[in-house]
């Protein structure tokens, strides 16, 4: 009598305290960010990463996997086992314009993923070199509308944000620039700074430090009030272009058919970490305004951002190389 009785109550304590019913988060977890090391994305990242990981009780690691504009990185969360253990860090290029641009998304950015929440804001700056005779964007506007075609406008490749909100820009403005890609930010700011191209729409953290600098100057943000970090560069209602607003929302998803206890975990998570004051002064170091949104709210902007980006990139004929 007294043997099963024990057997019975040792098999139940351990079930449980089996994996399969231990709480959430039992091991580390790993943070998919689709952008290379050290820029400022990942910076940010890790920053939100261990703040994340205080609150959760288990380390958060983060993996890079740079590549087609985030869809590399995003791609691998939505093939992961959807436990929680697997989160990515999620830009508007994967999620807004590759829809648009790729003749072949390897996921649905609204049915593949389990929103979570925004992360953070990163509006954009139009920037030319120090020694441009363009002081202001009125200026720029009518010498480019006395010679279409003559001004160049450097992107950070085809399809990037850059990209897509020159594009915005130039139709606000009424002006036809020519579009010289690069394979990145870095050199494209290499060749502005060098008078090879005449102007960049480019992430404010790629340049807020040589605006400050003197090296570059900032004509107009992409934004409805200016930048704490540079106050002196005008919003784009300032310039005269109230529609060149534009920002990327990076936020963090997992993937798609994520248990709602778990979620509700990671989302409780984020949200206090992107409260902390050192999670948003490192956002801000970085040209981000830190940002939580509950599930619904992310997808609801993604979808409405799809829906505003999708005729722009049409109508400019972007398409993916």
């Known amino acids: 009598m007294f043997r099963p009785l024990l057997y019975t109550l040792c098999t139940a304590a351990l079930l449980a305290v089996s994996p399969a019913q231990a709480a959430f988060p039992d091991k580390p977890i790993v ?90 804001s990163t509006p954009n700056l139009l920037v030319v070199n120090a020694n441009s005779p363009f002081k202001t964007v009125a200026e720029l506007q009518a010498a480019a509308k006395r010679e279409p075609d003559k001004f160049t406008v450097a992107s950070a490749g085809v399809g990037s944000s850059t990209h897509v909100v020159g594009a915005l820009f130039q139709r606000e403005a009424g002006i036809r620039l020519r579009h010289v890609p690069y394979k990145g930010g870095a050199p494209a700011v290499q060749d502005l700074m060098g008078g090879q191209v005449d102007m960049f729409i480019a992430e404010v953290p790629a340049v807020a430090h040589l605006i400050k ?13 200016r930048l704490a970090a540079l106050p002196d560069v005008p919003t784009a209602a300032e310039a005269g272009l109230p529609k060149v607003l534009a920002a990327g929302a990076y936020g963090i998803v997992a993937p798609r058919g994520l248990p709602d206890d778990v ?31 509950t599930p619904d709210a992310y997808r609801a902007l993604i979808k409405s951002e799809q829906g505003r980006w999708g005729p722009i990139i049409k109508a400019a004929g972007i398409t993916a190389e």
């Not at 939505?78 to 830009?91: E, K, P, S, W």
């Open 213 to 225: 600098s003197g090296k570059l100057r900032g004509l107009l943000v992409t934004d409805s009030k």
């Open 263 to 293: 979620a509700r975990k990671i989302v409780d998570a984020v949200t206090g970490a992107l409260r902390t004051h050192e999670v948003v002064e490192k956002f801000a170091e970085q040209g981000g305004v830190a940002q939580a949104s």
């Open 31 to 120: 943070l998919v960010v689709p952008f290379a090391a050290g820029g400022p994305a990942d910076v940010m990242a890790r920053t939100l990463a261990k703040s994340m990981g205080g609150r959760l009780g288990q380390p958060i690691v983060v993996e890079n996997r740079p590549g087609a504009g985030g869809l590399v990185g995003i791609s691998a969360v939505t093939r992961a086992t959807a436990d929680g253990y697997t989160l990515g860090m999620a830009g508007t290029g994967a999620m807004v314009y590759a829809p648009f641009i790729s003749p072949k998304m390897p996921f649905d950015p609204i049915k593949d993923v389990t929103y979570l929440s925004t992360m953070v």
